[in-house]
Each structure stands twice: as C-alpha cells, then as structure tokens.
C-alpha cells in the first residue's frame, strides 16, 4: 500500500504534484499547468494520504483500481500544513482579520469588460500581523450582486508561501464584488487529517440484535479497533462493501435487526478547539486592503479577453436574477408550475440514490407538484424508502438512502443497501432517469472508503448504461455546510472538498450528468447548510429537469 513520492511513474508523479495548486472549484484537472517555482514534491504532505490508517486494513483492489486509487489520492494530497506550536496558542496561526485581499489590476489596463477574468491576491497574516510563510489555508472565493441577484464561485489557487490568488470570470454587466472566507486556518487541516487517521470511528454506529427475548446491541463500523471481542462481518457478497459488528453474546450474527449511528466521541487536544471558533477563524471573512468590486462593462468584442492565468477556470454556472445559468452548454429551463414538471416527467420513472440531500429532491418535488402523491410505505422520515406515483401521468418517484456507513437512526438492517446493488435491479431505460448524491456520511473515513464506494457504484453505473443506454444518469455534487465545531470535526467543508474532488474525478468521461452542488451553494447569496434553502434546491431541480427535458 505504501508509495513513495520519489518513485511514482512519470504519469503519476504529474499528479501527485497537482496538489501545490489546489483548486477549490475544478472539474477538469487538465487545464492546470503548474508554475515549475512550485514544481517541488517535497512540499506534498510527507505523510499521503494512502499510508495504512491505524486500524482500518482495507480488502486487496485489482490492479486497475489500485491503481485509480493512488492516483486519486496523490491528486488531492493536501499542502503540508503547520502543527499548532507547543504553546497551543493562536498567534502564529492564520487569522482573517489579519488577512487581506486586493483585486488585481486589468492587465492592459482600461475597465473591465464582461468576458475579462479578473484576479485577487489574497495575503494571509497570523494574529500577530505577520505573513504566514506556508500555505494549505482553505479557502473559498465568490463574486456577487446582490441587486441583480447574480453571483458566480471563484478559484482559488495556493501560491504555498501564504499568499493565494483568486480567480473570477465576469459574467455580468453591473457591479462585481468580491467575497473571500476563510474557512479554515492551515493548522486546523493538520488537526482534521489527523483525526481522520487516528479516528476514523469518532462516530460509532450500533446495531440492535434481537431474537425471541433476548436482545443486545452492539458497536458497528467500517473498521473496527482490533479486540479479543468475536466480530459479525457484514461485508457486501455483491460490491465487497466492509462493515462490522462486535458479536453479540449470546446471539448470532444472523440477529441484526436495526443501524442507527452512535455516539460521538471528541478528543481534540487541550486548547486546539481554538482552531474552530466561528466568527474567528472559521468561515470568516477577509476583508480587501482597497476597493472589494468592479464595475463591469458590456462586453468589448473587438479586443481580445483578458486571460493570462496560468491556469483556465472552469464553472459550471452562475446565478442570474437568483437564477442558476450554466455555462457548460446545458440551458437551464424554469419549470415554474406545477404542469411545466408534470410534463416533463410523464411517464418517467425517476430514481433517487443518496443521503438527505437527495431526500431533500424527493421532498421538493411532491411539495411542488400535488399530482405527484407519496405512497404511505409506513417508513420514518430521516430514512425511507419512499415512493410517489401520479398514477394519470404514469410517474413514479422512489428515494431510498445509500449503504452504511450512513448516520441515520433506527434504520432496520433490510433497508441498509448498497447503491451498487440497487442499480444492478434496474432495468433502465430512455424512461428512467437515475440520481446519485452520496459524500457526506464519508467525511470521517479515509478516502479510500469512499473512492471504493464510489468504484463499485460506477461499475453499476457503467453495466447498467451497457444495458440500457437510454437511462439518464445524474449525480449531485457535495455542498458547502454550516459549520459548528462539531459539524467540523464530522463533516467539515474541507472534507467534503476532498471527497468532491475523488467524486468528480470519478465519474469524468463517464455518460453521466452532474448538478453542481458546491458551485450551486457557494455561488448562492444563502448561508451555506447542509441541506441548502428551497431557493438552492428549486435550481437544482431545475438543472436536474433541464438534463431530462431539453
Ligand atoms: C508567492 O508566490 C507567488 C507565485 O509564485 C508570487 O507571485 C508571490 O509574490 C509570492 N509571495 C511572497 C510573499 O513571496
Ligand atoms: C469479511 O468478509 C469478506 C467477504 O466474505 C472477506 O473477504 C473479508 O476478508 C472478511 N473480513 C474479515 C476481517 O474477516
Ligand atoms: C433500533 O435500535 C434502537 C437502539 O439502538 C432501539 O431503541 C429501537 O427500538 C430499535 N428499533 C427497532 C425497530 O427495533
């Protein structure tokens, strides 16, 4: 399991230096070259990603997916970040309001013009004023008008000497300002990638075993800490999906009745809590050293854009009048009416695959459309399954939530299944329109949880478009979360970061659609929150629509 950096194949090695540019919004790693300054592996965390976590052992991948997963995993190698010094104090961490940013000037001078891409130096300071001297700070850039409602994600790209640039395309004639958060200090990072290290079982799970009186429960993960203590293992016979229970007692294996998630145990060391203080130093602001906006003038179509960036942005979209425009040749439609989605469904059978962030589609379009009515299948509302028919349309909409790990409650062990599995039941069809969304019951695992996740979900992906070409495939990206302290040790935005970025990577060049969550939430003028505002899911839908009924 073990690779050096040193020694990686030419192809790969590219890869693994990828990291000293990280791109907070990307979808195509192709368009990166990287300064060769920055060309210097030994910046890359001396400890990938991919070392054996301390207990969690993972079932041999075949050669071509071992391969995919060191890949992945070098891809998104964090910059090596600062620990907090002995002391435990703040001062030399990154604090924002120490912390700047100045909107560059148009090169070749003049005034800004719709179709320029525009550029920010962010400077990050520590609390004693000082510029930090390393980078791998996450941060998160937008650029907005609250009048027109428009706002678009920006890019941001570490310089790894404490300064960063931020990348906007302007899209709109008007007014442009400019938003830079910090969402966490470096120092927090090497916090959170050593709990996902020494902790991947901060959440425990348990399961309830039952059998005639007697009943026990017992703890449940993907890996548990090795003990003399029998364990049940659960792992899928299909995907090769590992979980474990701690054998009960006196019951068998075969007596699992229920899932639900656990406790969570915190074991930050004394005083590092100060690293997560919303309002301090977590998804705060960074004010700019001048002027935060532009105004942006019509476009000029005799003079060539404005693009020297050494690298090429990518979005998916932009909000225009609170409207989600996509950039990716795709035209969003509004389906505005009840009808209007009627229409577009009729006679669909749509497949929702995921966490609550899917259920959230389901609970939106029957709220949205009254010909659309649940079936009472008697199921609790955090887990489902759940299915609604417009019997006269012939419409069917199902939601059934993904495989453990999942932080559900109560969930009976029938209906933990795996999406891979599901997919493998389906016929498919020009009629069927599937959607995936799975990241955020991930976050606390080491990505190689996830990236097998998502390989054997693709594998049924790809089986069932062989089958059925027809069938629409869609999958919803992660988005950005309101952060607590307990939030962020669980679900934090950098983790999810990463685990987009696997999830992107995954399912590029495959015949599938994405629907851009994170663009979607950041670019949004609503707080971020893990189940984003009526507003956000309106567009999504709206995108999800679009791919259905061009
Ligand atoms: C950091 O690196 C960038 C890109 O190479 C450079 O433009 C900037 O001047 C550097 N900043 C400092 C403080 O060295
Ligand atoms: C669990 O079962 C799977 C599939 O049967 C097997 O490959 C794996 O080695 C088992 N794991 C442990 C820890 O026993
Ligand atoms: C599932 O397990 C929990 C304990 O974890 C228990 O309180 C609940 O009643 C169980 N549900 C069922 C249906 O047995």
């Not at 060769?36 to 991948?61: A, G, M, Y």
């Not at 010094?85 to 604090?95: G, K, M, V």
């Not at 364990?231 to 075969?254: A, I, Q």
């Not at 679900?491 to 590029?508: E, G, I």
Request: charged share 20%.
């Amino acid at each position: 399991m073990k690779a050096r950096v040193n020694s990686c194949p030419p192809k790969y090695c590219a890869l693994l230096m990828l990291p000293a540019v990280f791109i907070l919004f990307f979808t195509q790693f192709k368009y990166y070259s990287i300064p060769t300054k920055i060309q210097n592996s030994e910046r890359v965390s001396s400890e990938p990603l991919w070392v054996q976590h301390d207990f969690c052992t993972f079932q041999p991948l075949s050669q071509k997916d071992a391969v995919e997963e060191r890949h992945l995993l070098g891809s998104i190698a964090w910059p090596e970040t600062p620990h907090l010094p002995h002391s435990l104090s703040l001062e030399q961490t990154s604090d924002p309001a120490h912390s700047t940013f100045t909107i560059l000037p148009r090169t070749g001078g003049g005034q800004w013009h719709v179709g320029d891409q525009l550029g920010v130096m962010i400077k990050i300071n520590d609390y004693q004023g000082f510029p930090k001297k390393s980078g791998g700070d996450v941060l998160l850039a937008r650029m907005h008008n609250p009048i027109l409602g428009a706002g678009v994600a920006g890019q941001v790209v570490d310089h790894l000497n404490g300064s960063y640039s931020g990348i906007f395309s302007l899209l709109w004639e008007g007014s442009a300002q400019i938003e830079v958060t910090l969402v966490h200090p470096s120092e927090a990072v090497t916090v959170l990638r050593r709990l996902t290290k020494e902790q991947p079982d901060r959440i425990s799970f348990q399961s309830l075993f039952r059998s005639g009186a007697l009943s026990e429960t017992t703890t449940c993960n993907v890996c548990l800490r090795p003990t003399q203590q029998p364990v049940c293992n659960y792992t899928d016979p299909h995907t090769g999906e590992p979980w474990f229970c701690f054998k009960p007692r006196k019951l068998s294996c075969d007596t699992r009745i229920n899932h639900s998630k656990g406790a969570f145990k915190q074991s930050l060391k004394a005083r590092e809590e100060n690293l997560f203080q919303s309002g301090v130093n977590m998804k705060v602001f960074i004010q700019a050293s001048g002027p935060d906006s532009v105004a942006v003038l019509p476009k000029k179509n005799d003079e060539p854009k404005v693009k020297n960036w050494f690298v090429k942005p990518e979005w998916s979209g932009y909000y225009y009048q609170g409207l989600w425009r996509a950039l990716s040749g795709t035209t969003v439609r509004q389906f505005n009416t009840s009808p209007a989605i009627t229409q577009c469904l009729r006679g669909k059978a749509v497949h929702l695959y995921g966490d609550s962030t899917i259920r959230q589609w389901f609970e939106h379009l029957i709220a949205t459309v009254p010909d659309i009515k649940e079936f009472d299948l008697h199921n609790e509302r955090q887990i489902g399954p759940f299915m609604a028919l417009d019997f006269a349309n012939n419409i069917l909409l199902t939601y059934r939530c993904h495989g453990p790990p999942i932080r559900f409650t109560n969930t009976p062990t029938s209906e933990l299944r795996y999406v891979a599995n599901e997919l493998d039941g389906l016929i498919g069809g020009t009629n069927t329109v599937v959607v995936i969304g799975i990241w955020s019951h991930f976050s606390t695992f080491p990505l190689q949880v996830y990236i097998r996740r998502l390989q054997s979900i693709r594998r049924a992906v790809v089986r069932l478009l062989d089958r059925a070409p027809g069938t629409l495939v869609v999958i919803r990206t992660a988005n950005l979360k309101d952060l607590t302290l307990y939030e962020t040790l669980t679900n934090s935005d950098w983790y999810s970061l990463q685990h987009d970025k696997v999830l992107r990577a995954m399912f590029k060049g495959y015949n599938v659609r994405l629907v851009d969550a994170w663009e979607m939430s950041l670019a949004h003028h609503l707080p971020h929150s893990l189940h984003p505002q009526p507003p956000i899911v309106k567009n999504m839908i709206d995108v999800l629509l679009s791919y259905i009924c061009h």
